[in-house]
C-alpha cells in the first residue's frame, strides 16, 4: 500500500511558521503524539506536577546568518525560549542548550555566541543549568545550530489560554514590529542593503510580569516570531474561534522597515519578530495595562491595534488607512522579495 | 510592472566598469546601477526597480501632480462636497 | 517615505474617489494592465471607493503568470544541474511546472538564490568560476534595460560561465491582443507606469487611433490610480481617445533613451507564447546572436524539447484576458489556492486569482 507521503519533500516553507508549517503538525506531528498537553499546541506545554503548573518550551535556533545587527544566534536562542515560557504565562525559570557544531567553525565565533547567551540569560534572570555539544562534518550544518528548552513555573492565578477570549476584547503590542526580519535581510546575500534597523531580541518576561501584576484577566499572549504578527493573529482567531480586526493606521512600522518591505515587496505584517508580543486583554483594563507596559523598557511603545469580534470567525481583517478593508490570511510559505 | 521605488542618489562610484551609487530610500541604503539615469547627480531622486535607476524623479512634476490633487481635495471640502462614506 | 507617502493620503484619496464619481455618467469597462497596479487596487480597496457603473478588469501585466510552460520546466530542469547555480527574482520560486517547483528541486538539492538584481548573478558567476551561473530573465519592458545590462556586463568581462534563460514579454501587443479578441469589453486602459518610464508612451499613440481607445499612463499608489482612472473615465465620457500621461514625475514621451538603446544592443523582437492566451507575434525579446554564448536555451540546447502539460480545469488564460474573474473558476479556492496553484495566476502575489485569493475577496462575500 503505497504511503501518502512517500513521493513529499521538505521544503523550506514547512518552517517558516506559516501554513505549511501548520499542516506538518497536523498531518504528521499531532497523529503521532495526540495528548492533551501538547493538542493546544501553544508555544509551551502546561503539566501538573505535584499540584504545581509546569510549563515547558523546547525551540531550535538556525538563523543564518548568525551574527546579525543588534544580536546573535545566542541572544535569540535565549530570549526566544524565555519569550515562550512569558507569555504561556510562566515565570521562566531554568534553560538547556543543546549545541550542534559544524567542523571548521572558528571557536572566537563560539565564543562570541556563548558571551551572548550568558549577558542574555543574566538579563533574562534565568539560568542554564544544563546542556549538550556535538559536532557534525563540515557541510552538514550551518556553522551553529542551537536547541534550547526551558521550564517556568506558571503561579496558580494565572489562566492565559484562548478559550478566555471574548468579543470586545483589545488586541495590543508592545513595541514595533518588523525590525528582526529586516535586520537579517538587510545582510542576506544578493539583498544586502544599509540601514540601522536592529533586530529587537529581548526577553519579554519581566515586562509579561509587570502585565500580570496589573491584572490577572489578560486572556491570551503570544510572540510573533517567524511569520510575523499576520501569522500569530490567524492562530488566535482560529483557536479561539473569534474574529479579528486590526486597524491598519495603528500598527506601529518603523519607517526603515516600511522601506525595506517596499524596496524587496514584502509586507510587514508578515515580518518576523524577536522582542514582540501581542496581548488580547478586557477592554475595560486595557488602560491601565499599557500604563504599567509604557513604565518598562520592552513595553514603552505599547498600544492598542485592534479588537476582538463576534463575526467572521476564524478570520483576520484589516481595515486600511484608505478605509477599504481586506482579510488578512495567514502566510503560505515563505514569504519571497518580488519584483512585480 | 512593478515594483519601482523612488530613492536619493547619496553617493556615486564605479564599479566593473559600470557607473553605480548609493540610493536612500526612506533611511535604507542600497547600491544601486545609475548607468540609464546619466543626467542623475547626488541629491536627485530616481525611481529604482531591480537595482537600476530607470528613470529621473522629475520633482516640479510631483510637487505639481500632489498640489493639483490637493486643490481637488480644497475645491470639494469648499463646495460641500457629498459625504464619500 | 518620500514620493509615496504623499500618494497614500487618505483624505486626498476619498475626495479623488468622489471626483471620479461626480463625472460618471455611463458604464465603462476599463483595464489596469500592470500587475503592480492589480496589487494596490486589490490590497488597498480602491475599487470598493468606485461608482457601480465602472468596472475594472484585470490585466495581463504580470510576466510571471504569462511565462509559458516550456520554459518554466526548462528553467527546473537547468537547476536541477549539479554545476548549477540559478539565479532568479523572487516571484518565480513558487510557479509551478508539469511537476515542480524551484522550491522542490532545491530541495533535491539543487543551488537555487534569490537576487534582488540581475548584476548580482553576475557577481556570483565571478566569484564562482568553475559553476554555471544562470539567471532567470522573466519579465516586461521594465526589467529589460537590467537584463540587458547584465548580459553585457558578462560579456565585458569575458564571463563565460554566465548565461540568462530569457522569457521577456512586451505590453502593445498584450494589449492589442485584448482588443483584438472577440470577448474584448474593454473600453479604455491604465497603461503601465514603469514599462512606459522606460519605452515611453510614443508606441501608444497609433494603438489609440487605431481602436478608438484612450489610455492613460498611470502610476502605482493608491492616489495615481484613482487619478489615471478619473482622467480616463473623462476622456471616455467626452468621447475622447488619446495618449494622457497621469505619471509625469517618473514618465517622459520618449521614456529612458540610454535604456532603450541598450535594450536594442542585446535583445531582438520575437514571437513568444503567453500562458492561457497562446503565441503572439513579435511580442517577446530574444538575445541578439553575438550573445549566443550567453543564451541559456543554446547553453543547454539538450532541453530544447520538453513536453508540457496544463492543467485542465485551470482557466488563467480567461482571467488573464479579463473575461472571467478569479471567483467565477470552478477550482478557486478549492483544488486551487496560492499554496496548490494550477496555474500562474494564482502562483503570482501579482496575479489576479492570487490577489483576490491573499485579500480575502471571495470570502467577503460569506464573512
Known amino acids: 500500500m503505497e504511503q501518502p507521503n512517500s513521493n513529499k519533500k521538505i521544503i523550506l516553507g514547512h518552517g517558516s511558521g506559516g501554513k505549511l508549517s501548520a499542516e506538518l503538525i497536523e498531518s504528521l506531528f499531532l497523529p503521532a503524539f495526540r495528548n492533551e498537553f501538547l493538542s493546544p499546541l501553544g508555544d509551551q506545554a502546561v503539566v501538573n506536577i505535584n499540584g504545581i503548573r509546569i510549563a515547558f518550551t523546547t525551540d531550535s535556533y538556525v538563523v543564518n546568518p548568525i551574527f546579525f545587527p ?12 524565555v519569550n515562550d515560557l512569558a507569555v504561556g504565562g510562566a515565570r521562566p525559570l531554568y534553560i538547556s542548550a543543546g549545541l550542534i557544531l559544524e567542523e571548521g567553525m572558528p571557536v572566537d565565533e563560539l565564543e562570541r555566541i556563548v558571551s551572548d547567551m550568558k549577558r542574555a540569560c543574566e538579563y533574562a534572570g534565568v539560568q542554564l543549568v544544563t546542556g549538550d555539544t556535538k559536532v557534525v562534518e563540515k557541510g552538514k550544518g550551518d556553522k551553529i545550530f542551537i536547541n534550547t528548552s526551558g521550564i517556568g513555573v506558571v503561579d496558580a492565578d494565572v489562566d492565559i489560554s484562548p478559550q478566555r477570549v471574548r468579543p470586545g476584547d483589545k488586541i495590543i503590542v508592545n513595541g514595533p514590529i518588523g525590525e528582526h526580519g529586516i535586520a537579517i535581510m538587510s545582510i542576506r546575500e544578493g539583498l544586502e542593503f544599509e540601514t540601522e534597523i536592529q533586530s529587537d531580541t529581548a526577553p519579554l518576561n519581566h515586562l509579561v510580569r509587570d502585565m500580570l501584576n496589573v491584572s490577572k484577566n489578560i486572556r491570551w499572549m503570544r510572540d510573533p516570531t517567524r511569520g510575523g504578527l499576520s501569522s500569530s493573529c490567524n492562530e488566535l482567531a482560529k483557536s479561539a474561534q473569534k474574529g479579528i480586526i486590526l486597524h491598519e493606521s495603528m500598527i506601529p512600522v518603523p519607517e526603515a522597515v516600511k522601506a525595506a518591505c517596499e524596496i524587496l515587496g514584502l509586507d510587514p505584517l508578515y515580518v518576523a519578530n524577536e522582542g514582540k508580543l501581542l496581548a488580547v486583554v478586557p477592554a475595560e483594563e486595557t488602560d491601565a495595562i499599557l500604563e504599567a507596559m509604557h513604565k518598562n523598557p520592552q513595553g514603552k511603545d505599547a498600544r492598542i491595534i485592534g479588537e476582538v ?32 | 510592472m512593478c515594483l519601482g521605488i523612488p530613492g536619493k542618489i547619496t553617493e556615486t562610484f564605479d564599479e566593473n566598469g559600470l557607473k553605480m551609487g548609493k540610493v536612500d530610500f526612506g533611511g535604507v541604503v542600497k547600491t544601486v546601477c545609475l548607468e540609464y539615469i546619466p543626467e542623475c547627480k547626488i541629491g536627485d531622486y530616481t525611481v529604482v526597480h531591480v537595482g537600476f535607476g530607470i528613470s529621473k524623479l522629475n520633482e516640479e512634476e510631483a510637487m505639481e501632480t500632489l498640489s493639483y490633487l490637493r486643490q481637488i481635495g480644497a475645491l470639494g471640502e469648499e463646495l460641500g462636497g457629498e459625504d464619500v462614506e | 517615505m518620500k514620493y509615496i507617502d504623499e500618494y497614500r493620503d487618505a483624505d486626498l484619496i476619498k475626495k479623488q474617489a468622489e471626483k471620479i464619481r461626480s463625472i460618471t455618467t455611463k458604464k465603462w469597462a476599463i483595464m489596469e494592465v500592470c500587475g503592480g497596479q492589480t496589487h494596490t487596487i486589490v490590497k488597498t480597496g480602491i475599487d470598493q471607493l468606485l461608482p457601480e457603473q465602472i468596472t475594472l478588469i484585470h490585466g495581463p501585466g504580470c510576466p510571471v503568470c504569462v511565462t509559458p510552460l516550456e520554459m518554466i520546466d526548462k528553467a527546473l530542469e537547468i537547476a536541477s544541474r549539479p554545476d548549477v547555480i540559478f539565479t532568479s527574482f523572487g516571484d518565480m520560486l513558487r510557479v509551478p511546472g508539469s511537476h515542480k517547483n524551484l522550491f522542490s528541486v532545491k530541495a533535491d538539492g539543487g543551488n537555487i538564490r534569490i537576487v534582488y538584481s540581475p548584476l548580482d548573478a553576475v557577481k556570483l558567476a565571478q566569484k564562482n568560476p568553475d559553476k554555471k551561473v544562470v539567471f532567470f530573465a522573466v519579465g516586461f519592458e521594465t526589467t529589460a534595460p537590467a537584463n540587458a545590462m547584465a548580459v553585457w556586463q558578462a560579456k565585458q568581462l569575458g564571463l563565460n560561465n554566465f548565461s540568462m534563460l530569457v522569457s521577456h514579454v512586451l505590453v502593445p501587443p498584450a494589449m492589442e491582443a485584448v482588443l483584438d479578441s472577440p470577448f474584448n469589453s474593454v473600453q479604455g486602459f491604465i497603461a503601465a507606469g514603469h514599462v512606459c518610464a522606460v519605452m515611453g508612451y510614443e508606441e501608444y499613440e497609433p494603438m489609440a487611433q487605431k481602436y478608438k481607445v484612450p489610455m492613460v499612463v498611470t502610476g502605482f499608489e493608491p492616489l495615481d490610480l484613482l487619478q489615471g482612472i478619473y482622467m480616463l473615465i473623462k476622456q471616455l465620457e467626452e468621447g475622447r481617445y488619446e495618449i494622457e500621461n497621469q505619471y509625469s514625475r517618473a514618465v517622459t514621451r520618449e521614456g529612458n533613451i540610454p535604456a532603450r538603446e541598450t535594450i536594442n544592443k542585446v535583445f531582438e523582437i520575437g514571437d513568444r507564447s503567453w500562458r492561457g492566451i497562446g ?14 554564448a550567453h543564451d541559456a536555451e543554446i547553453v543547454f540546447s539538450e532541453i530544447s524539447d520538453i513536453q508540457s502539460k496544463e492543467s485542465e480545469i485551470c482557466i488563467s488564460g480567461l482571467v488573464l484576458q479579463g473575461v472571467k474573474k478569479p471567483h467565477e ?6 483544488e486551487c489556492t496560492p499554496m496548490t496553484p494550477l496555474g500562474a495566476t494564482m502562483v503570482s502575489s501579482e496575479g489576479a486569482c492570487a ?13
Open chain 1, 70 to 81: 543588534g544580536g546573535s544566534i545566542g541572544d535569540v536562542a535565549v530570549n526566544g525560549t
Open chain 1, 309 to 340: 469580534v463576534d463575526d467572521h470567525h476564524g478570520f483576520v481583517l484589516l481595515k486600511t488607512t484608505i478605509g477599504g478593508s481586506r482579510v488578512v490570511d495567514m502566510l503560505a510559505g515563505e514569504q519571497l522579495p518580488r519584483i512585480c
Open chain 3, 279 to 292: 503565441v503572439i507575434p513579435k511580442s517577446g525579446y530574444r538575445l541578439k546572436d553575438e550573445f549566443a
Open chain 3, 329 to 334: 473558476c470552478a477550482a478557486f479556492g478549492k
Open chain 3, 355 to 367: 490577489a483576490y485569493y491573499n485579500y480575502g475577496r471571495y470570502r467577503q462575500g460569506t464573512l
